[in-house]
């Protein structure tokens, strides 16, 4: 895959909208139309447009999934072409942890997750900026949240908890999530 079409490609709102949509779980055309409201000639051509660069994949049935290890390997290439760190993921964090950000982060993409603890957890920490203290998340938001920066949200997820940046209630229909710890900022990194 052609990293700069793919980044390209991903530029686009839409494009952006049917990915993320796609990173939470594979879902059918009409259930992706009911995820970004978008028009169904516009799913149809995105879902052309990511197929294409082999990031979406489609099953028997017409389930749209997204390629996981593609959306990795373009991030790894996009990280060997040397897109730096986008600015706004040092926001709040050290000059050490700025640092340590750099080397795992191209634009907003996670690229890998840190396997050494301290690193991992300079990693979550800033993650967990992401999230409002005091609101209370779904777990089908954090995943969309998290999904944005690596297709491994539920490692992320996980560690966040264990890590006790997030807390997590069990309820019916699913979990609740909000920040139980991190770092709090003036200003939110958005």
Same mark, same amino acid.
């Given at each position: 895959?052609?990293?700069?079409?793919?980044?390209?490609?991903?530029?686009?709102?839409?494009?952006?909208?049917?990915?993320?949509?796609?990173?939470?779980?594979?879902?059918?055309?009409?259930?992706?139309?009911?995820?970004?409201?978008?028009?169904?000639?516009? %799913? !149809? /051509?995105? @879902?052309?447009?990511? #197929?294409?660069?082999? +990031? =979406?994949?489609?099953?028997?049935?017409?389930?749209?999934?997204?390629?996981?290890?593609?959306?990795?390997?373009?991030?790894?290439?996009?990280?060997?072409?040397?897109?730096?760190?986008?600015?706004?993921?040092?926001?709040?964090?050290?000059?050490?942890?700025?640092?340590?950000?750099?080397?795992?982060?191209?634009?907003? %993409? !996670? /690229?890998? @997750?840190?396997?050494? #603890?301290?690193?991992? +957890? =300079?990693?979550?920490?800033?993650?967990?900026?992401?999230?409002?203290?005091?609101?209370?998340?779904?777990?089908?938001?954090?995943?969309?949240?998290?999904?944005?920066?690596?297709?491994?949200?539920?490692?992320?997820?996980?560690?966040?908890?264990?890590?006790?940046?997030?807390?997590?209630?069990?309820?019916?229909?699913?979990? !609740?999530?909000?920040?139980?710890?991190? #770092?709090?900022?003036?200003?939110?990194?958005?």
């Amino acid at each position: 895959m052609e990293t700069a079409r793919l980044l390209t490609l991903l530029l686009d709102v839409d494009r952006l909208a049917i990915a993320g949509a796609l990173a939470v779980r594979p879902r059918a055309t009409e259930a992706l139309i009911e995820a970004t409201s978008l028009d169904r000639r516009i %799913v !149809l /051509n995105v @879902i052309g447009d990511l #197929r294409s660069v082999g +990031l =979406v994949t489609v099953d028997d049935r017409g389930i749209y999934a997204l390629d996981h290890q593609a959306v990795r390997r373009g991030a790894r290439e996009a990280a060997e072409i040397g897109i730096p760190m986008d600015p706004v993921m040092g926001y709040g964090m050290t000059d050490e942890e700025r640092t340590v950000l750099g080397r795992y982060f191209s634009g907003r %993409v !996670l /690229n890998d @997750i840190p396997t050494q #603890r301290a690193k991992r +957890l =300079v990693v979550l920490q800033r993650l967990a900026l992401e999230f409002d203290i005091g609101r209370r998340y779904t777990e089908f938001e954090v995943n969309g949240l998290l999904g944005a920066f690596h297709p491994d949200w539920s490692a992320l997820r996980r560690g966040l908890v264990d890590e006790g940046l997030l807390d997590r209630e069990a309820v019916a229909g699913g979990n !609740l999530y909000w920040r139980s710890g991190g #770092r709090v900022t003036d200003v939110p990194p958005g």
